[in-house]
């Protein structure tokens, strides 16, 4: 804290030094944290969480006043590169986003919220919809599944959708049902693993909890809400090398049932009467004070608790250059937000004035486990909506296939991380497809259908990014190594709908700890951005069938 303190300082006294021939009357500067931490040495984790210099329960707010920068300085993002505009970086929103954002519930969650401020209206599944051109709707569903839409003021009946789809879900570890758990004098949570986790990473982690609970009201109802609790709370441990000689010769192999079971505190003989006598034997009563703690309630209204093992270190950038982007959950959170603010940002008044087709953002939940459930892209969630959205903006039109027509002429961008070729493992990648990092979204190809791109969703896709200076790059696996799949097969065979699978180049993908670059960032928004403004009048130039 005291280095952070120092490089305020310094900062402070320089810009003292050189505005002191200015006015006077010059207005005061609210800088961002991330603008100013982006290019101070990250000796301090204080300068690593966009949240340090503002007002919470541990932080006094921070404002730097009258604190005048180079244009270099204050720009997260090249005068010269691609993703510069009027908008300017999101990279210090996605920050927020990411640090926010610690279970698939709370990425909904402030989904939700970011569309409120933005005016979209809220929609129920259970109520009946009254849409019309202009209007800006969403709805969410188990609060981990979102779908936003905006409709173009000269939208017809049969006029396609343009979607872009992603998830809220990572690999990650959960507590069990039961998650009581004691050895050896310790107090351990049982825990599964949620997904296909790089597990040896979770390793000596300053870990804690987060998810949703169900709480039981005064007058008998339940109440749903989100709980996260922010200090370092569990750890796994890794065993000495001392008492393992060979896990540099023979690999760490740790057993996931045995071995991975989180720490939270050692017992005492002595502990409170009241907590051993609540009946809450399925969890521990020290874990149920914690979460009551952060509730503001009794333990005994807590019915129910679902909840994610999670990394605490905060997102941040990071490098010499501070070029990347250091967090956990960049697969798939940030492809998520990309998309979400692509469409706020393109749906103002003026952007829906001359279009004729529904832009629409969808975030669904267990991608990572085959996404087969409700909230998941295996639920018909997305076709629903479109056909309800259809009937709705119908009224009483009634012609031959209006749903059908519309899914034809609609196309969907299936946005998920993909692989950046890794300096010390190049082999991994064929020779000819090794995306970088800085270089664009990537657009991924298979040929045994792995991924959704066809040769036409392809050049659609590139075209729309050509059009405003984008760069893409290629992937394509070895032929001797299997594939990843996305959302995108599962909604194309789904629907039928054309589509195209591309993603934000990353580095240790499914790991606590992931990287990206920071550029990609910005050209991953502006792309989905123009996909929205441009994609009408680009599908128009080309007949397939």
């Not at 066809?454 to 032929?479: C, M, W, Y």
Request: charge should be neutral; hydrophobic fraction near 35%; charged fraction near 20%.
């Amino acid at each position: 804290m005291a280095m952070a303190a120092a490089a305020i300082a310094r900062l402070q006294h320089a810009s003292s030094s050189s505005s002191s021939s200015s006015s006077s009357s010059s207005s005061s500067v609210l800088i961002k944290p991330y603008s100013v931490s982006s290019k101070l040495t990250h000796s301090s984790s204080f300068f690593c969480n966009p949240n340090s210099f503002r007002n919470n329960n541990t932080r006094s707010s921070i404002i730097i006043r009258r604190l005048h920068l180079t244009p270099s300085l204050c720009s997260s993002t090249p005068e010269n590169s691609p993703a510069s505009g009027p908008g300017g970086s999101i990279v210090g929103d996605l920050l927020d986003y990411l640090n926010e954002s610690w279970t698939q519930f709370h990425a909904t969650a402030e989904a939700k919220r970011q569309l409120v401020a933005a005016g979209f209206h809220l929609l129920s599944e259970n109520d009946d919809w009254e849409l019309k051109p202009g209007g800006r709707y969403f709805f969410t569903r188990n609060m981990s599944c979102l779908v936003a839409f905006a409709i173009g003021e000269k939208y017809s009946v049969g006029n396609g959708f343009h979607v872009i789809a992603a998830h809220t879900d990572s690999p990650c570890l959960k507590l069990k049902p039961k998650s009581a758990l004691s050895k050896t004098n310790y107090l351990m949570v049982n825990v599964q693993t949620y997904g296909g986790g790089l597990w040896h990473t979770w390793f000596d982690r300053d870990l804690s909890v987060a998810g949703r609970v169900i709480l039981r009201a005064d007058d008998g109802s339940f109440q749903h809400k989100l709980v996260k609790v922010k200090r370092p709370l569990l750890r796994v441990p890794t065993l000495a090398i001392h008492l393992d000689r060979t896990v540099n010769q023979d690999g760490f192999k740790p057993n996931l049932e045995t071995h991975l079971n989180p720490l939270l505190a050692t017992k005492h003989d002595d502990a409170s009467s009241d907590l051993k006598d609540k009946n809450k034997s399925f969890h521990h009563p020290l874990l149920m004070q914690i979460l009551s703690e952060e509730l503001g309630c009794e333990i005994d209204d807590i019915a129910n608790i679902e909840l994610n093992i999670c990394d605490t270190q905060p997102s941040c950038l990071g490098g010499a250059n501070n070029e990347f982007i250091f967090s956990g959950r960049l697969d798939n959170l940030a492809s998520s937000f990309c998309a979400l603010r692509a469409l706020v940002d393109s749906c103002g008044p003026q952007d829906l004035s001359d279009e004729h087709a529904i832009r629409m953002v969808a975030l669904f939940d267990n991608e990572e486990v085959g996404s087969d459930s409700m909230q998941g892209a295996g639920a018909p969630t997305m076709f629903q909506a479109m056909k309800r959205i259809t009937d709705s903006l119908g009224n009483q039109y009634i012609r031959e296939s209006i749903i059908e027509r519309a899914i034809r002429r609609s196309f969907l961008v299936s946005a998920d991380m993909a692989h950046g070729v890794h300096p010390n493992f190049m082999e991994k990648h064929e020779e000819h497809h090794r995306p970088e990092l800085h270089k664009g979204l990537v657009i991924k190809h298979n040929a045994n259908q792995r991924y959704a791109t066809s040769g036409t969703t392809a050049f659609l896709f590139k075209e729309v990014g050509k059009i405003h200076n984008l760069p893409t790059q290629d992937f394509v696996v070895r032929n001797d190594m299997g594939c990843g799949s996305t959302i995108g097969p599962i909604l194309a065979s789904g629907i039928g709908i054309r589509t195209v699978d591309c993603g934000i180049p990353q580095l240790s993908m499914h790991s606590v700890r992931e990287i990206c670059g920071k550029e990609d960032i910005d050209i991953a928004y502006n792309h989905f951005k123009a996909f929205y403004q441009t994609f009408s009048s680009v599908d128009q130039k080309l007949n397939v069938d």
